[in-house]
């Protein structure tokens, strides 16, 4: 049995970040990468990724269509080892679903789709959100000590990876959204220059202008002044704004 390289799981998840276009999309590669890397140890292993926010759990990514539907049924219960791992902050296992107590239901389902062993792992998350890693496995008893452990300590690299991912999009959401204003302001900021040029008035009276020929067209001033700025063109003369 191979165990995971805590280095070399860092480094690839970070790959993995670097290479993904948003969130959604490293949830995805982070679940199929999970199952890959962990099926060294457990032979058959599916993986999927419960969030919560709001108070409402749903099922973010899955390693196949078979761990999205055996997550899925878990969140159509409204309980499982899943939802408790990351209700207690701890790790729950779930030695052989064919006699779970715990989650008679749920656990009688995954049964019956062929899986014996389940390992739910909570994933530390910022303020305002939990999750948890859910590990499917084909035969019982699949998870117990040193095996336990090595998920544990992926799953921790793995919670690493998912708080930088969403860092980095929440930066990423707030830098798109900066450029935006900034182009506004700029927009608005050539507008009002052109009205001055063409008024020989102050940069206030040109921006009231602005204002409002904004409020008497019923048009945003930022629209306002794009359309100012695309009827100037190099050796066309152009007339005096009015409001």
């Known amino acids: 049995m191979r165990e995971t390289e805590p280095g070399s799981v860092a480094g690839q998840l970070e790959e993995l970040i670097l290479d993904s276009t948003d969130v959604r999309d490293f949830l995805q590669e982070l679940t ?7 099926s060294n140890t457990i032979p058959g292993i599916h993986a999927a990724i419960t969030l919560r ?3 409402r759990s749903t099922t ?10 055996l997550d899925e049924i878990q969140q159509s219960h409204g309980q499982g080892p899943c939802i408790a791992a990351m209700n207690t902050a701890h790790t729950i296992v779930v030695a052989d679903t064919r006699a779970e107590p715990r989650w008679p239901g749920y656990c009688q389902a995954v049964a019956h789709r062929g899986y014996r062993c389940i390992l739910g792992v909570p994933l530390t998350l910022d303020e305002g959100a939990t ?3 859910n590990l499917f496995a084909p035969e019982p008893d699949s998870f117990h000590g040193r095996t336990v452990e090595i998920c544990e300590s992926y799953s921790c690299q ?7 991912a ?27 220059g052109m009205i001055m040029a063409q008024n020989r008035c102050t940069n206030e009276e ?4 602005l204002r409002r020929a904004s409020a008497n067209r019923n048009r945003k001033i930022h629209d306002l002044a794009e359309d100012l700025i695309n009827t100037v ?3 066309r003369a152009t007339t005096h704004f009015e409001a």
Do not use: C
Request: charged fraction near 25%; glycine fraction near 4%.
């Open 206 to 209: 040109a921006f009231n202008m």
């Open 53 to 55: 926010r709001r108070k």
């Open 60 to 69: 973010a990514a899955a390693s196949s269509p078979e761990a999205h539907l």
């Open 131 to 133: 999750a948890a890693l």
């Open 233 to 235: 063109s190099p050796g």
């Open 32 to 38: 199929e990468f999970t199952a890959k890397e962990l």
């Open 166 to 192: 969403v860092r980095i999009s929440s930066k990423q959401l707030l830098a798109d959204d900066l450029k935006a204003a900034m182009e506004t302001r700029t927009a608005i900021d050539t507008a009002v």
């Open 158 to 164: 793995a919670g690493r990876a998912l708080r930088l």
